[in-house]
């Protein structure tokens, strides 16, 4: 994501004010700017801590934070920076990555589904996971093509590392480029997989509507509905007033922008502005 070793060999005109390597994303102007403690202290704090990325709307981050608000569960939020190894975070999580939840001295959960399983064992309701295994097993199977290996999410951040590391071996081999497994070929597959998967969701709205469900799954909101919302930022993001992002990052999360030759049905962004309307926190804050 953007912040990556690397990030400073973008085109000029991509990201005309991008930070240095690892560097601090500044916040958009307009942003209210979410309250951060730095990695030691949150590490000496306890109850739950949410270590996230700062100043990006990562989706994976926003997921695990829109869960916790769905839920009213409170935590503290700890501030990594996008790429940087950090062998304080390394120590304490076993890894240096964003999001990572950590509830006292329980094993830091780094991956969504540890993430949504201790959201949903800290606070049963509302229940964002079915309790019918078949229900269950549907309903997951549809997260993990937006968050999980080879998925939604996988697929856009190949995409959006590929101008940077496509023609640099250095970026390529980075901390980011390794962690989510950029190659050329990876990044030629990723734009088939993405649109395969809006694909995938759309169908699944149309019919879900078809049966009179806004939601996509069942006829309560599910963590596929909150996954969706928060990961469709990389299909559009929402707007300024409520997604302040840097401006220069906004053109990179944008598909159309990126590839406008990628035609998707409209249905998956109403279903994002539906959920984040009734159920998420606007204007979004990171
Ligand atoms: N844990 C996720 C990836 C998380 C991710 O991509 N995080 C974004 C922000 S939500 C990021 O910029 N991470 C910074 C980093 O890894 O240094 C996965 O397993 O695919």
Not at 36 to 54: C, D, M, N
Request: charged share 25%; with cysteine.
């Amino acid at each position: 994501m953007p912040g990556v070793d690397g990030m400073a060999m973008l085109p000029e005109v991509i990201v005309p004010e991008a930070p240095l390597p690892c560097a601090p994303i500044p916040r958009a102007a307009n942003a209210a700017g979410m309250e951060y403690v730095g990695i030691e202290e949150g590490k000496q704090r306890s109850g739950l801590r949410l270590v996230l990325t700062a100043g990006v709307p990562g989706p994976w981050g926003e997921a695990a934070k829109s869960l916790f608000h769905v839920k009213g569960i409170p935590y503290t939020a700890v501030r990594q920076i996008a790429g940087k190894v950090d062998e304080t975070l390394r120590q304490w999580t076993h890894q240096t990555s964003a999001p990572v939840a950590i509830l006292d001295d329980e094993r830091p959960r780094s991956g969504w589904a540890e993430i949504l399983f201790l959201a949903e064992r800290l606070r049963p309701e509302p229940a964002l996971v079915p309790s019918d295994p078949g229900d269950r097993a549907r309903m997951l199977g549809v997260c993990h093509e937006i968050c999980g290996e080879q998925g939604f999410g996988w697929n856009r951040r190949l995409m959006l590392f590929d101008p940077i590391m496509r023609d640099d071996a250095e970026a390529a081999s980075s901390p980011m480029g390794w962690k989510y497994g950029y190659t050329p070929e990876a990044a030629d597959a990723a734009p088939g997989r993405t649109l395969d998967i809006l694909n995938l969701i759309a169908t699944t709205l149309r019919q879900q509507r078809d049966r009179g469900s806004d939601y996509l799954f069942g006829d309560t909101l599910t963590a596929a509905d909150v996954y969706w919302a928060t990961f469709a930022a990389m299909v559009k993001p929402l707007p300024a007033e409520q997604c302040p992002m840097p401006d220069w990052m906004r053109p990179m999360y944008d598909l159309s922008n990126d590839r406008s030759d990628l035609d998707y049905d409209p249905i998956v962004l109403s279903h994002r502005d539906f959920i984040y309307k009734r159920y998420l926190s606007l204007p979004m804050d990171f």
